[in-house]
T-cell receptor, first 113, second 116 residues
Framework: DTEVTQTPKHLVMGMTNKKSLKCEQH?????MYWYKQKAKKPPELMFV???????INESVPSRFSPECPNSSLLNLHLHALQPEDSALYLC????????????FGPGTRLTVT | KNQVEQSPQSLIILEGKNCTLQ??????????LRWYKQDTGRGPVSLTI?????NTKSNGRYTATLDADTKQSSLHITASQLSDSASYIC???????????????FGTGTRLKVLA
């Protein structure tokens, strides 16, 4: 199984809502990533978890809060977002942090109204 | 500064024609280079991976080349199909092997449209 799954596929939320994005992989990978991708732009790294510990936070605003409950799951909790946060949010995983291919999920299309 | 630049930004070709996409990078130290295909609204899917010692690698109608001396790579698509319409992203890995310094650096992508 070389699949990374993400739910939901689409999400529309108001600026006062609280929602969560979920990501799951069963490849035994120990590194998981959140990326944000705006239209016609490459993915931008947000967070990296390595062995269930946050190893990189690319200066992401606190309205985005990642969580790694176990080695297979990665969540992104959203609160008080702004319209400019509307984007495709991609989750990826890799065997380890260094030197290994990242496998990407299909993404969650987020719209903030 | 570690950078990956791709050209052209966009490309339109007729079905059945061949095309070549370019990637130039300045990542150092270099670990490997990958080409991904990304359909609109979907996650990137890996096409090829090339290490320092590899010059050419094929995956069906996709052939990637790497010149580590000039730090250039190309992706050649043969006999294009409508389903090849997508963004193609060059990703260079490197920057060190110590956790935290290793980087996965994305190019800006080439948007390919294949017309019937």
């Amino acid at each position: 199984d070389t699949e990374v799954t993400q739910t939901p596929k689409h999400l529309v939320m108001g600026m006062t809502n609280k929602k969560s994005l979920k990501c799951e992989q069963h490849m035994g990978h120990r590194a998981m990533y959140w990326y944000k991708q705006k239209a016609k732009k490459p993915p931008e790294l947000m967070f990296v978890y390595s062995y269930e510990k946050l190893s990189i936070n690319e200066s992401v605003p606190s309205r985005f809060s990642p969580e790694c409950p176990n080695s297979s799951l990665l969540n992104l909790h959203l609160h008080a977002l702004q319209p400019e946060d509307s984007a495709l949010y991609l989750c990826a995983s890799s065997q380890d942090r260094t030197g290994y291919e990242q496998y990407f999920g299909p993404g969650t299309r987020l719209t903030v109204t | 500064k570690n950078q990956v630049e791709q050209s052209p930004q966009s490309l339109i070709i007729l079905e059945g024609k061949n095309c070549t996409l370019q990637c130039n990078y300045t990542v150092s130290p270099f670990s490997n280079l990958r080409w991904y295909k990304q359909d609109t609204g979907r996650g990137p899917v890996s096409l090829t991976i090339m290490t320092f010692s590899e010059n050419t690698k094929s995956n069906g109608r996709y052939t990637a080349t790497l010149d580590a001396d000039t730090k250039q790579s190309s992706l050649h698509i043969t006999a294009s199909q409508l389903s090849d319409s997508a963004s193609y992203i060059c990703v260079v890995s490197g920057g060190g092997t110590t956790s935290g310094t290793y980087k996965y650096i994305f190019g800006t992508g080439t948007r390919l449209k294949v017309l019937a």
